[in-house]
């Protein structure tokens, strides 16, 4: 290899670029945020518009505890990466597990909900525009929430195997930062859906 | 002790390789280089498809009561044309372009997410061939459609299942999903690279405008990708499980769509254009021997050009009826966005200005982009009244507007930038007297076509519209734009015969030809896989000015 030395450069100031997984992770969450923006608005126009019941008012109830787990799953997460940091595989582990858990429950009752709509109140995405526009909003949301899932356990599969150390600490916080998304998109949901739009 | 800057000149010895290791290496491969390489020849395609379109359009609607091709085809024709130029042609050659020189630029030695790289072509791919799959699939168990024929924009509720029955409708929503997934990922993808990769000393403050203008325009895709995506899922729903966001039947609304789909559809333009702008920010101030004029300013206009393009969308439903609150507002925002832009041609013309002008083929088509873009822009500024766009909403005015930006202003430039960075790409030099000839027959065949397309407008002709009586005034003005068409596809069939012969014949180019700043020049052509040898690292927004003139460096002015 030949090369050609030329120029000088007398600066010394160290040269560091920011992460390009968070980098990354926050134009995802760009991104994502306006394809959700396009569901709200959707979710907003159609209120009061449905040519048949039931409303919302009807049939809907505050998820009062799946809110409450799903919101305190962000701190798990974020203990879980501190943990991590730490190199205390271990704790890191239990966090995730708990993460994983406050997620499944908040799963849990979103389907408890959906058969109570479908099978007691008889709403489907084809019964009216309310149909329609809840379906299609809280199901994206928690479509998010299985894909936060599968890699959270990943994640907890590794720690448990013992492949998961604190070299790892920056991807796990690219994860928790998703996480920390599918939950502030919740915080949105919750008020357009459950409280507002009521 | 000093950080020393240095410009590998290791000479580069093909490897010989079978036919199949060719073909295995290009499929598999994570290199930027490879893959921008296969989005331009991708796009290159899907071109010279979408051309033969447009002259099929153009023989129909030569004379009056024409039958060339029946209604039917003729309705897929102008869907297909207009979707595969937008998502096949313009989005993957500019991603191209990016792949293949925003790494180059920063002096990194790939992309932030090389696999996710060649993941996001391919699924791409795999939408546009998704698309013309729908003339063997559309039929499906309907047996009803072949390719898409609901216009490149799709208003509802035609798109819904009971007036578009059969698959048709599928293949457009699908691959348009399947491409977006691949936009969003590949600007993902940039705007890491942009933000982490960038070589020591390469502040944002001396970033090459390139990179810059890609990361705006990356940043536009994300914001704007995503309603088209959101959209197009509603859209699913509504065909394949009976929802009814589009269905007005049941009390869903056909304007939403109109909406959400502009929502994407504006930014889009400027996602097109921007890289087109960051061509001519390199190519200009080469063949100017000057630095560019006003580097802060166009920065700040380009960003301007961002934030303001995200709220013009509804200027494309003035003939909708929005109420004059919404009118008003839309008609000031667009008006508004021609302030940046104007910014922009006055920084070029400041370049322009007292340089030593060399009028190689790269810079004759980017003086061509100045004076088109220009009037492309005055057409839009008459079209941003509310008042004028009711009178000639809908007409061949407005296609005669948009072309004028796409072809005359993009596509010049896109033209530009092949004879710019061919020598880069493949290490030869393109025939500078097909060049010319290229030039000139496109530059007559444009300003035949679309020049002469306005009149049709102004005398009412609608879009769209299959065939036409002979005494409406309008056929001479559409036997003008028609040969202007012949005029274009045979300067593009001299290009494509430039790329493939230049290839085997093309004079070597050196590492340097053009006698250029920009870190690209500073490795060989083509670059190795590894890009540069050791990394580079810069003190200025010229880094190879400083290294050529080492007695009067740019670093000691910025």
Redo the contacts between chains.
Sequence with gaps: MSTIPVNHELDEVPWTTPDRGIAAMICLIIAESAVFIIFVVGYIFYLGKSLSGPTPREVLDLPIVSTICLLSSSLTAHAAVSALRKANVRMCATWLASTILLGAIFLAATANEWYDLIVKHGLTIRTNLFGTTFYSLVGLHASHVVVGLFLLSVTLTMALRGTLNEHHSEKLEVLSLYWHFVDAVWVIVFTVVYVLGR | ??????????EQAKPKELFLQKVHSWLTTVDHKKIGIMYIVYALFFLVVAGAMALVIRIQLMVPNNHFVSPQVFNRMFTMHGTTMVFFVGMPILFGFGNYLVPLMIGARDM??PRMNAFTFWISALGGILLYFSYLGGDGLYGAGSAPDVGWFAYAPLTERVFSPGHSTDYWTLSLLLTGIGS?GT???I???I????C??MTMGRLPLLPWLYFVM??LV??????L???Q??LL?DRY?????FDTQ????AV?WVH?FW?FGHPEVYVLVLPAFAFANEIIPVFSRKAIFGYPAMVAATVAIGFISLSVWAHHMFTIGMGPGANTFFTLSTMIIAVPTGIKIFNWLATLWGGKISFKSPMLFCVAFLFQFLIAGLTGIMLSAAPFDWQLGNSYFVIAHFHYVLVGAILFCIFGAFYYWYPKAMGRMMSERLAKWHFWLMVIGFHLTFDFMHVPGLLGMPRRIYTYEADRGWESWNIIVGVGAVFQAVATLIFVYNLISSYYKGEIAGRDPWDAWTLEWATSSPPPAYNF??EP???SRR?LW??KH?ED?D?SYE
């Design positions: 002790m000093a950080a020393t800057q240095v410009v590998d000149i290791t932030a997410f969003v600007s993902i993808n705007m890491a690279t933000i982490s990769m960038r020591k000393g990356s940043f994300l914001v704007a990708i995503g309603p995506t959101a959209a899922v509603m729903l499980l009976g929802a009814h966001f049941a009390g869903g609304s939403l959400f929502i040898a050791l690292s810069v003190g880094p400083d290294i080492p460096p670093s």
